[in-house]
């Protein structure tokens, strides 16, 4: 009974889809898009279609181009029709293929969208010459374009004066032949940074209308939700972005503290991943029996303390409420959870101790 009720595409042999036989088609898609396509390259169609010689060539030759390269012939299907509209809209505008513009070819993709399949269809203008094939720089730069334009507006301009000036530094420094100038990558770095900021800033403090409003806890708070080895880096590129906009009167204050960082020649080899991870487990498993020495370990294992840094450390030097520790001579260090757990149990071991009242 279910072989009676198969139908078959007298084409193909192939079975009907569902959607062919629910409206009615005596083919299947596959083989009516291969007549489509075959129509539209026809020299009927394209003796009727176009009125130039340089308009019906191109249009052939952009079938070659997707027979060559074995476009499916579904997306030839819809894409070929959508091309042919824009070919004689070229005919009545220009008086031949290399009088087209590019900047009038890339509004009419734009304005045909999706459906014309811009991706092979600016592969096929390429090779036809029609368009310049982007470079790897071009690319990158209208990446941080589109995302820029998807900040929030009253974050937004201050960050595209930011770039602007960034930009202009760099082709300065390419003009000049310097040896290292300012890469994209970097640009893009901090792009990442500050869109991570303005995102946390967002949903955290929704109310705050602009940088005006942004303080210094609020940076210290971002930077805490950081992973520890990325946090100075990214609070030089922060501290970067505020400076600029106080220079150039976009904000009224840099809402972050101008501390030196710290960078000393390396001394002696780091140690392996393999010791860095048994270092971890034993700060861990130490937080109850011995807190005082897992405490100084994890000073100097996760925020790179020295130890005459840790010798100065005074109890009024830690600020529990924004989870921050000032040291003389360096930027602040950002208390981990683990931290927290390390302070609480040494506290506890030292009202045990004598004299511990005496001791600041």
């Known amino acids: 009974m279910s072989e009676m009720k198969r139908q078959c595409c007298p084409e193909c042999g192939g079975d009907l889809w569902p959607s062919d036989i629910k409206d009615g088609r005596k083919s299947c898609s596959p083989c009516q898009q291969k007549k489509r396509t075959a129509y539209y390259l026809s020299e009927t169609y394209m003796h009727t279609a176009f009125s ?21 012939m579904g997306t030839r299907a819809y894409m070929l029709p959508k091309a042919a509209t824009i070919f004689q809209e070229a005919e009545r505008c220009f008086q031949g293929q290399g009088w087209i513009e590019k900047e009038w070819m890339e509004e009419r993709i734009k304005k045909v969208g999706v459906t014309l399949f811009p991706t092979f269809f600016r592969a096929f203008l390429v090779q036809e010459q029609i368009l310049v ?88 708070a971002f930077l805490l939700t950081l992973a520890p080895k990325t946090r100075e880096l990214q609070r030089k590129d922060l501290s970067l972005f505020f400076r600029l906009a106080r220079k150039r009167r976009l904000i009224t204050h840099v809402p972050l503290m101008e501390l030196p960082a710290r960078d000393l020649p390396r001394t002696i080899e780091p140690l392996s991943l393999e010791e860095q991870k048994g270092l971890a487990r034993k700060i861990h498993n130490s937080i109850a029996t011995f807190p005082e020495e897992a405490l100084l370990s994890a000073l100097c294992f996760y925020h790179g303390l020295s130890s005459s840094q840790i010798c100065r450390l005074k109890t009024q030097h ?36 004598p004299y511990a009242k005496k001791k600041s």
């Open 318 to 353: 830690v600020d529990v409420e924004r989870g921050v520790i000032y040291v003389v001579g360096r930027p602040p260090i950002y208390l981990l959870a683990e931290d927290f757990l390390l302070l609480d149990q040494l506290l506890k071991q030292r009202q045990e101790l």
């Open 133 to 220: 094939e982007t470079s790897q720089d071009e690319k990158t730069l209208q990446a941080l374009q589109t995302r820029l334009a998807k900040i929030p507006q009253h974050y937004r301009h201050a960050m595209e004066v930011y770039f602007n000036e960034r930009l202009a530094v760099r082709e300065r420094q390419i003009k000049l032949n310097a040896k290292r100038p300012i890469t994209l990558r970097t640009l893009l770095s901090d792009l990442d940074t500050l869109s991570r900021l303005v995102r946390w800033l967002t949903e955290k403090l929704p109310d705050l209308t602009g940088w005006d409003m942004v303080q210094e806890e609020h940076i210290h």
């Open 52 to 72: 130039t010689t340089w308009g019906k060539e191109l249009f052939k030759s952009l079938g070659v181009f997707l027979e060559e390269h074995e476009i499916r």
